[in-house]
């Protein structure tokens, strides 16, 4: 009787054991299935970009590709359309704000604001006129600044000239050169300035973000110069006060090229 009792006790035990290991965490389970909302972000972290991740197909933003100088490498597709990356916005818990991406751009084919005409890079030209060797003749029509030279030729830069309204002409004569000169706007400048919202400073000292650039030489008594600017892109155009600008690297040849006592003429 007893021996009986034994072996059900011990049944009973078995029992209770097995439905206890039936509940043990360290068994095989079935896998958790997670949607691909919670899952991508972590994919496309720890995957690497070798790891496309199941997401919901969404609109790709693109930002327009910045177009390079054609003229450097006009045969080069890639420098013309650099690759864009495609950006896939997950939904769900983990959703972030779509970021756009920046266009890839060659570091040989530098993002500039604007494109500068070949026609306004310095040159030799053919000339004719009747003034001296040494002098500087400013066409404000065509935009051309020329260093008469002898034989019937002339170096030849881009310049930008008076907006309209502050078209002028006549004669003067180079009375002092300033390499990275400081920039006082006149009172009618800071004036006309602020009735538009803009407002000038009183004095700015010489430097890459003085609108004279990089040189200037004073024309007679007069307000007007022959000066660099750090706007490049506005060579070609009518967009100044009257002065006349070139881009920093061509200033500087002129510079070296122009003395004091030089005659300018601009027409």
């Not at 965490?25 to 997670?34: E, H, L, N, T």
């Not at 995957?47 to 933003?61: H, I, L, S």
């Not at 003085?210 to 070609?236: C, D, E, F, Q, V």
């Amino acid at each position: 009787m007893m021996k009986q009792c034994f072996l059900f006790a011990a049944g009973v035990l078995s029992l209770l054991a097995s439905n206890a290991a039936a509940d043990d965490r360290y068994q095989s389970r079935p896998p958790v299935i997670v949607s691909p909302d919670l899952t991508a972000p972590w994919v496309m972290q720890l995957g690497g970009a070798n790891v496309q991740p199941a997401v919901y197909a969404t609109r790709p933003v693109v930002r327009q590709a910045v177009n390079p100088n054609p003229m450097n490498n006009p045969t080069d597709s890639q420098a013309v359309n650099p690759p864009v990356q495609r950006v896939i916005q997950p939904r769900g818990l983990f959703a972030r704000p779509i970021v756009q991406p920046v266009a890839v751009v060659r570091p040989q084919y530098p993002a500039i604001r604007g494109q500068l005409d070949p026609q306004f890079l310095p040159q030799i030209v053919d000339y004719q006129t009747k003034e001296k060797p040494g002098t500087v003749v400013i066409d404000t029509n065509n935009r051309f600044l020329y260093l008469v030279m002898d034989g019937g030729k002339a170096r030849r830069y881009g310049v930008g000239v008076g907006k309209p309204g502050f078209e002028w002409a006549g004669a003067h004569t180079v009375t002092r050169k300033q390499e990275w000169p400081d920039w006082t706007p006149p009172s009618e400048m800071l004036a006309r300035e602020a009735a538009k919202g803009h407002y000038l400073p009183a004095h700015m000292e010489g430097g890459e973000a003085n609108p004279l650039g990089a040189r200037a030489m004073y024309l007679g008594s007069t307000l007007y110069r022959i000066h660099g600017t750090n706007a490049p892109w506005t060579i070609g155009n009518a967009v100044s006060s009257g002065c006349i600008r070139l881009r920093n690297e061509d200033v500087i040849d002129l510079y070296n090229r122009v003395k004091v006592g030089t005659r300018v003429i601009v027409m």
